[in-house]
């Protein structure tokens, strides 16, 4: 499925700080893949997925690229043991992409967070944008409020605190996960449950019209196919509810444009 044209309208949305929760297997990492690119202003991810966003005229030139920042907060050699020492890990694989050279001052991953974005911003003087994937991999499996849960909390608490504190120097940010585990809601907007987001990650709005709930179905429970969903921790509100959320926005949006159509 081409979903090219909804990277785009993920980047028209009102907030330019973005949170999105879904299971895992439904386009997150490939929909940052686009967003990157699309920043990036190169075309390896379309092309590679032959989207129709190369042939609606829309124009990719380097010069006008912004400076990415992208990391997971969970990589295949991160476990609850070694998570600090892995994502300083990370975060120095950064500094090598961008040549700077003072990494080793720095010995927790926000410090080093922390200067990695003054020096890439000439100190607020430039705008980036940061897309950060895999929020909350690493505390799924771990047991909710256990010590070592919240040693995890914490340090990635701690680089959120980070990217709040530049935050008039992000020009978009991106964090996607399957749950929140933090306090980040006076920062950005969270769209998990929003009908702006419903067709960009998992969802069709042709399918909703098709349906038929507006009229035929009203007041039965429409159920989702079967799908496996990881639920987690504190993460209470089933992917059902993403849907019900959904349907109600649109019909809320739609429901005198599609009267007599459906």
């Given at each position: ?35 990157e ?5 190169r ?33 295949n ?14 975060i ?11 990494f ?11 200067n ?32 070592i ?35 980040i ?15 960009i ?20 429970n429409?159920r ?39």
């Amino acid at each position: 499925i081409d979903k090219s044209l909804d990277a785009i309208k993920l980047l028209q949305l009102n907030s330019k700080h973005v949170m999105v929760l879904r299971p895992p297997k439904f386009g997150k990492s490939i929909m940052m893949d686009m967003i990157e690119d699309y920043f990036l202003q190169r075309t390896g991810s379309f092309q590679r997925l032959n989207c129709k966003i190369l042939t609606c005229g829309l124009k990719f030139a380097k010069e006008n690229a912004t400076t990415v920042i992208r990391f997971k907060l969970k990589t295949n050699m991160m476990t609850r043991e070694n998570y600090n020492e892995e994502l300083l890990g990370e975060i120095k694989k950064l500094y090598e992409k961008f040549k700077i050279s003072n990494f080793d001052t720095f010995s927790s991953p926000n410090d080093a967070l922390e200067n990695l974005i003054a020096e890439i911003t000439c100190y607020g003087q430039k705008k980036i944008v940061v897309l950060i994937d895999d929020i909350d991999s690493i505390l799924l499996t771990i047991k909710y409020n256990s010590p070592i849960f919240q040693e995890i909390v914490s340090t990635i608490q701690n680089i959120f605190e980070v990217i709040k504190r530049w935050k008039d120097s992000i020009k978009f940010l991106l964090l996607l996960g399957v749950a929140n585990f933090y306090n980040i809601s006076d920062f950005v907007k969270d769209y998990t449950y929003r009908h702006e987001t419903a067709g960009i990650f998992g969802f069709n709005l042709i399918d909703m019209i098709n349906s038929n709930i507006f009229y035929n179905q009203v007041g039965e429970n429409i159920r989702l196919p079967e799908t496996k969903v990881q639920t987690f921790g504190n993460f209470q509100k089933s992917l059902q509810a993403i849907y019900d959320f959904s349907l109600y926005d649109f019909r809320q949006a739609t429901q005198s444009n599609l009267s007599g159509k459906i």
